[in-house]
């Protein structure tokens, strides 16, 4: 159980961005102490450099003063001083014959380098030179300078002191290291575990919902990072898939409700004429009933799929340039008839010119299902007004205003949703279409419909269209 559970780790974000900051971190410093290393080594190089140049300088003013004699002595007593295992002297002649130097038991090793005094016969100062000897762990830093006329002295100099603080340097680094990449490590794991709570909350929400409980929410912190960011959106996709969830849900009953009626009525007509009315015309009249209740139901059908593809973009519109003025006045005269026989009476206040590019089927078919409905929902001795014109930003406005039944509050927001019919409506004919049909249409040519009503006083659509331009088609 717990080898799973390492490995599942190996596999998690978290354990991968922990993993990046600790190496990131590990080579930052490594090459930050490789820097130091060198620099360090460089200054005390050149500082026991400048320390062998200073003997060196000192013993040959000795020389031009108080002569041989009086550097052999100073050099006997600083070699005895700092230790005749740390430094050691030679004075040489230009042949590199040594005729000079201190107690070199323990130097023995070192022998005289020809090039170095070739290379100050032929005119150069000083020359360095790095010692590594056999069986012996600490190297040794060699001057050979001029000191006099045909005289030459070689400095010798342990490099044992700056050898061990170099490996305390590195003891201390090793140990420094090994404590701060763990104390990164914890510290990348723990911001790493806080920046990606918030996903674990999405994904523990997610599990929450693929379970059937579509209430829950990402709790958003409002710290406006990423995180949020993703939550918000997160949150957002939710409520819609929720909306859309709740209206096929809706959709659905809708559809069960406005289909199971003519259906029903199929049925019993059938049933009806099965077993009791046998004859020819009988069965005319159950194929005429059964004709007419399925064209019903066709015609909500195809309703539906041309909402849908219309509201999908993938409807057959064919723009050209249409005359609204000219539309809404013969839907006028369409409709008159119809609203002499429900005792209402249609005004239209229509100005001309009002032209939109737009599929003029789809415009007629709109305009007819808002004076339908306004004609349906008024009662007798009513009035519709119809009235267009454009506006100052060049866009068609259509008004179509009734003093029928009106619309309530909690309905006013869902009456554009498809199959949804207020409660006073559901006496009257209708699939709860009609409206949603014209909003898909209005939308499809870069408009919309806004509605304001009052209950028991009537109602107000408008249905605003980019006007036409020259330069306009509807496919902008």
Same mark, same amino acid.
């Given at each position: 159980?717990?080898?799973?559970?390492?490995?599942?780790?190996?596999?998690?974000?978290?354990?991968?961005?922990?993993?990046?900051?600790?190496?990131?971190?590990?080579?930052?410093?490594?090459?930050?102490?490789? !820097?130091?290393? @060198?620099? $360090? &080594?460089?200054?005390?190089? =050149?500082?026991?450099?400048?320390?062998?140049?200073?003997?060196? +300088?000192?013993?040959?003013?000795?020389?031009?003063?108080?002569?041989?004699?009086?550097?052999?002595?100073?050099?006997?007593?600083?070699?005895?001083?700092?230790?005749?295992?740390?430094?050691?002297?030679?004075?040489?002649?230009?042949?590199?014959?040594?005729?000079?130097?201190?107690?070199?038991?323990?130097?023995?090793?070192?022998?005289?380098?020809?090039?170095?005094?070739?290379?100050?016969?032929?005119?150069?100062?000083?020359? !360095?030179?790095? @010692?590594? $000897? &056999?069986?012996?762990?600490? =190297?040794?830093?060699?001057?050979?300078?001029?000191?006099?006329? +045909?005289?030459?002295?070689?400095?010798?100099?342990?490099?044992?002191?700056?050898?061990?603080?170099?490996?305390?340097?590195?003891?201390?680094?090793?140990?420094?290291?090994?404590?701060?990449?763990?104390?990164?490590?914890?510290?990348?794991?723990?911001?790493?575990?806080?920046?990606?709570?918030?996903?674990?909350?999405?994904?523990?929400?997610?599990?929450?919902?693929?379970?059937?409980?579509?209430?829950?929410?990402?709790?958003?912190?409002?710290?406006?990072?990423?995180?949020?960011?993703?939550?918000?959106?997160?949150?957002?996709?939710?409520?819609?898939?929720?909306?859309?969830?709740?209206?096929?849900?809706?959709?659905?009953?809708?559809?069960?409700?406005?289909?199971?009626?003519?259906?029903?009525?199929?049925?019993?007509?059938?049933?009806?004429?099965?077993?009791?009315?046998?004859?020819?015309?009988?069965?005319?009249?159950?194929?005429?009933?059964?004709?007419?209740?399925?064209?019903?139901?066709?015609?909500?059908?195809?309703?539906?799929?041309?909402?849908?593809?219309?509201?999908?973009?993938?409807?057959?519109?064919?723009?050209?340039?249409?005359?609204?003025?000219?539309?809404?006045?013969?839907?006028?005269?369409?409709?008159?008839?119809?609203?002499?026989?429900?005792?209402?009476?249609?005004?239209?206040?229509?100005?001309?010119?009002?032209?939109?590019?737009?599929?003029?089927?789809?415009?007629?078919?709109?305009?007819?299902?808002?004076?339908?409905?306004?004609?349906?929902?008024?009662?007798?001795?009513?009035?519709?007004?119809?009235?267009?014109?454009?506006?100052?930003?060049?866009?068609?406005?259509?008004?179509?205003?009734?003093?029928?039944?009106?619309?309530?509050?909690?309905?006013?927001?869902?009456?554009?949703?498809?199959?949804?019919?207020?409660?006073?409506?559901?006496?009257?004919?209708?699939?709860?279409?009609?409206?949603?049909?014209?909003?898909?249409?209005?939308?499809?040519?870069?408009?919309?419909?806004?509605?304001?009503?009052?209950?028991?006083?009537?109602?107000?659509?408008?249905?605003?269209?980019?006007?036409?331009?020259?330069?306009?088609?509807?496919?902008?």
């Amino acid at each position: 159980m717990y080898l799973r559970r390492l490995i599942r780790l190996r596999h998690t974000l978290t354990f991968r961005l922990t993993l990046w900051y600790a190496v990131i971190f590990t080579i930052s410093s490594c090459v930050a102490f490789l !820097f130091f290393y @060198m620099l $360090i &080594n460089s200054v005390i190089m =050149e500082r026991t450099d400048q320390d062998l140049l200073d003997q060196a +300088g000192k013993f040959s003013k000795l020389l031009k003063t108080n002569g041989i004699d009086a550097v052999k002595r100073v050099a006997i007593v600083e070699s005895q001083a700092a230790g005749e295992k740390k430094i050691f002297f030679r004075i040489l002649s230009q042949n590199g014959q040594t005729f000079f130097s201190s107690n070199i038991s323990y130097w023995e090793d070192i022998g005289v380098s020809t090039e170095a005094v070739k290379a100050l016969i032929q005119g150069s100062r000083n020359i !360095f030179d790095t @010692m590594v $000897i &056999n069986e012996r762990k600490f =190297e040794v830093r060699i001057l050979y300078s001029v000191l006099g006329p +045909g005289m030459i002295i070689q400095l010798g100099q342990s490099m044992e002191s700056h050898k061990r603080f170099m490996e305390a340097f590195e003891r201390i680094f090793i140990i420094t290291m090994t404590f701060l990449i763990m104390l990164a490590a914890l510290v990348g794991w723990f911001m790493s575990r806080r920046a990606l709570s918030g996903l674990e909350e999405v994904t523990g929400t997610a599990r929450k919902i693929s379970d059937g409980d579509l209430e829950k929410r990402v709790p958003v912190n409002q710290t406006g990072d990423e995180i949020d960011q993703l939550a918000t959106t997160f949150n957002q996709m939710l409520d819609r898939i929720q909306a859309l969830v709740s209206g096929i849900k809706e959709m659905s009953d809708n559809i069960a409700h406005d289909l199971k009626s003519p259906i029903t009525r199929i049925r019993g007509i059938a049933e009806v004429t099965l077993t009791e009315d046998h004859s020819l015309e009988g069965y005319a009249r159950m194929a005429s009933s059964t004709i007419e209740e399925c064209d019903r139901i066709l015609d909500i059908i195809n309703t539906m799929l041309f909402i849908s593809k219309t509201e999908a973009g993938v409807g057959q519109i064919q723009p050209e340039k249409v005359d609204m003025s000219k539309v809404l006045q013969d839907a006028c005269e369409l409709f008159q008839p119809m609203a002499e026989d429900s005792g209402v009476t249609v005004n239209c206040s229509i100005q001309d010119g009002n032209p939109v590019y737009a599929d003029m089927r789809m415009m007629q078919r709109m305009t007819a299902n808002l004076l339908d409905n306004a004609i349906r929902y008024s009662s007798f001795g009513g009035r519709v007004n119809l009235s267009i014109h454009t506006d100052r930003e060049s866009r068609v406005v259509i008004s179509v205003n009734d003093t029928g039944i009106g619309i309530s509050e909690k309905d006013l927001p869902h009456i554009f949703e498809r199959f949804y019919r207020c409660d006073p409506s559901r006496s009257q004919a209708g699939t709860g279409l009609g409206l949603s049909l014209a909003r898909a249409i209005a939308v499809a040519h870069h408009g919309d419909i806004s509605v304001t009503s009052e209950q028991g006083k009537g109602s107000t659509f408008t249905v605003t269209i980019p006007a036409c331009r020259d330069s306009r088609t509807i496919s902008d």
